[in-house]
């Protein structure tokens, strides 16, 4: 018999295995300790070469999510300045197997495989910012 607890958003199968729900997707305990893993490093990668790699633009990695055989992660990324944020999203993507070639040298120890990469932006502060004005008028 299978006992469920609900603990906010993290779902507990009697000593199983563990299941976090984020916005309606479930993921695994490995998909989450991965994707911050590879969350983690990505930040310190355009930490150190977007001076070099993006002219300078700070990029943010704010979300990566993995598929469940971890194959595929599809990363979120904040770029400042906003204005043009689309050319350095196109100057990450031309960029991509480098990237992913630097963080296979950086995780090579804790995963077999390391996945593919996708980059999109996140508009979450800009919808945030929207509704903030829509709520003060």
Not at 13 to 40: D, E, T
Request: glycine residues 4%.
């Amino acid at each position: 018999m299978i006992t469920v607890f609900h603990f906010e958003k993290t779902i507990v199968f009697s000593g199983i295995f563990l299941i976090k729900v984020n916005n309606g997707v479930m993921a695994s305990l490995r998909q989450n300790k991965v994707s911050r893993l590879i969350q983690r490093e990505l930040s310190e990668i355009f930490q150190l070469e977007s001076r070099r790699l993006f002219n300078g633009k700070m990029i943010t990695v704010t979300v990566v999510r993995l598929s469940g055989d971890l194959g595929l992660a599809k990363v979120y990324l904040s770029i400042f300045p906003v204005k043009e944020d689309e050319d350095a999203l196109k100057a990450v993507n031309d960029q991509k197997s480098r990237i992913r070639f630097e963080l296979g040298n950086r995780i090579r120890n804790q995963l077999r495989r390391i996945p593919e990469l996708m980059f999109y932006l996140d508009d979450s502060i800009d919808y945030a910012d929207n509704i903030d004005k829509l709520l003060k008028k």
